[in-house]
């Protein structure tokens, strides 16, 4: 039956054809830098017309791919407040290393290039240090010079970011992003010294996450894309083409198809009373891939199925590629073929079958095949 013939030989060229949906990157490419700037404040305990701190920083990242990546950042806390002046600039800086989620490519598919309006989630752990002048906080004696300590802490920063993209190639954005970040390991209780009345500082021990150990941040910032080898500030869409290599591949599977055992092919051209009267080209076969774990279409995709004319007859296939659950890889293929058919009955073209077959071989890919008859 077409449909079987079809299915094995197209999911064969198609693994080769798209190895990936977009370009491979190299080392030096998707790499960005950005500078920001905010104010933070004890997350309990504080008052914003009083407490607030204001804050920069600097940011250099790499996208390992539309939805993953990994940051550096590094955020300097220059006021003062809620405590007395420690005599330097910069009361404190947290460094910390991120990474990254972009939530609408994870969601909705990478489009080819960024979107206008994205949301990132970021996730790391880092070190806070604060800067001093002593070894302890309070008077160190009676002239009445205030003394603090110098002290390091384990931080964790969990923060959203809101962008902007924009510029020709879309190598410009502007953030805000609201943080959440905890410490850890150095739990400050207050004591008084017996000889002088004055407070001093014991650490304890605190390895969980606690509010009261913690404060919140709001920056707006600014990055830049650097240009990529492929020409762009972006990852890009690979644009192989069919060569006929390709065609004549694709040909030897179906005729390799066709010497199976004759009783298992006429078992199955009985099922259909349409038995393969021509060859399979590659013309006639739609291609549509899909983000990892989505069902989506996106705008190339619908691109390339409005070509089809309204009332052909199709046939329609999903796959999956090998990564995860095996049961959710082939819910997940069915769920593209048949967004896929429903996508063309609305256009007037005739689904004569849409089918899951999951993950076909190592290298199978996230796709849905029509066949145009």
């Given at each position: ?81 809620p ?25 909705g ?83 008084y ?16 996450y ?5 404060y ?14 492929n020409g762009?500030h ?7 083409k ?35 009267t ?33 009332g ?24 593209r ?21 999951g ?14 008859k």
């Open positions: 039956m077409k449909k079987l013939f079809l299915v094995l030989a197209a999911s064969i060229l198609a693994t080769s054809a798209f190895a990936q949906n977009f370009e491979r990157s190299k080392f030096l490419d998707n790499w960005y830098v950005g500078i920001n700037g905010g104010a933070a404040i004890k997350t309990t305990g504080s008052s914003f017309s009083n407490d607030l701190i204001p804050t920069f920083g600097i940011r250099a990242g790499k996208n390992l791919t539309p939805v993953f990546g990994l940051a550096a950042d590094a955020a300097f806390y220059t006021g003062v407040k405590y007395n002046s420690i005599g330097t600039i910069i009361q404190a800086s947290n460094i910390s290393g991120l990474g990254t989620l972009n939530l609408m490519n994870a969601i598919g990478y489009l080819g290039e960024p979107r206008a309006f994205e949301i990132t989630a970021l996730y790391g752990v880092g070190w806070l240090h604060t800067y001093g002048n002593g070894d302890y906080y309070g008077l160190a004696d009676d002239s009445g010079t205030d003394h603090y300590s110098k002290v390091n802490r384990i931080s964790s920063k969990l923060a959203l970011n809101f962008a902007y993209n924009f510029g020709a190639a879309k190598q410009f954005g502007v953030y805000l992003e609201p943080s959440l970040t905890y410490l850890f390991l150095g739990d400050f209780e207050n004591h010294y017996s000889n002088y009345g004055h407070k001093a500082v014991s650490q304890g021990n605190q390895p969980g606690n509010i009261n150990n913690s919140l941040a709001l920056n707006l910032g600014f990055t830049y894309k650097f240009k990529n080898s762009t972006n990852f890009k869409y690979s644009d192989r069919y060569t006929q290599a390709d065609v004549d591949a694709l040909q030897s599977e179906i005729d390799a198809l066709r010497g199976r055992k004759p009783e298992v092919v006429t078992k199955e051209v009985t099922k259909e009373s349409d038995p393969i021509r060859e399979i080209n590659v013309s006639d076969l739609v291609f549509v891939t899909f983000a990892q774990g989505s069902s989506w279409i996106g705008s190339e995709a619908k691109e390339a199925l409005n070509s089809i004319p309204e052909r007859h199709v046939q329609v296939v999903g796959t999956a590629s090998p990564e995860g659950d095996a049961d959710l890889n082939q819910k997940l293929s069915e769920d073929a048949n967004k896929v058919a429903d996508y063309l009955r609305e256009r007037g073209v005739i689904v004569d079958s849409a089918q899951g077959l993950v076909q071989s190592s290298t199978s890919n996230r796709l849905a095949i029509v066949y145009v």
